[in-house]
Nanobody, 127 residues
Framework: QLQLVESGGGSVQPGGSLRLSCAASGFTLGSYNIGWFRQAPGKEREGVSCIRSRIGSTYYTDSVKGRFTISRDNAKNTVYLQMNSLKPEDTAVYYC????????????????????WGQGTQVTVSS
């Protein structure tokens, strides 16, 4: 069974850090482009970051540039999202998603292109 599982969420104070993990089972994550999304209550799902499979290029939405870093460890079949200098507006459920790299890759934030989604992990930033 093909599955993505996120972990690493939690509650932190503003300025704190968290590292989210997205672990794949049933398929090789290295052959997929991976995106991180978030959804706050009452808001649409937002593309946060993505990393390409073959060329390794990365993308960040403007609001997280310089604070978040996406990376992948193909040996562990896992993609990470390091989040530093967290702000209250980063509070959301964070999801990872995967699309096979043989497909034409649309803009990172294009939700319908992703084939697999995790269940999400809650990130809460509050004092």
């Amino acid at each position: 069974q093909l599955q993505l599982v996120e972990s690493g969420g939690g509650s932190v104070q503003p300025g704190g850090s968290l590292r989210l993990s997205c672990a794949a089972s049933g398929f090789t994550l290295g052959s997929y482009n991976i995106g991180w999304f978030r959804q706050a209550p009452g808001k649409e799902r937002e593309g946060v970051s993505c990393i390409r499979s073959r060329i390794g290029s990365t993308y960040y939405t403007d609001s997280v540039k310089g604070r978040f870093t996406i990376s992948r460890d193909n040996a562990k079949n896992t993609v990470y999202l390091q989040m530093n200098s967290l702000k209250p507006e980063d509070t959301a459920v964070y999801y990872c998603a995967a699309v096979v790299s043989s497909k034409v890759f649309r803009p990172c934030a294009y939700v319908p292109q992703y084939d697999y989604w995790g269940q999400g992990t809650q990130v809460t930033v509050s004092s």
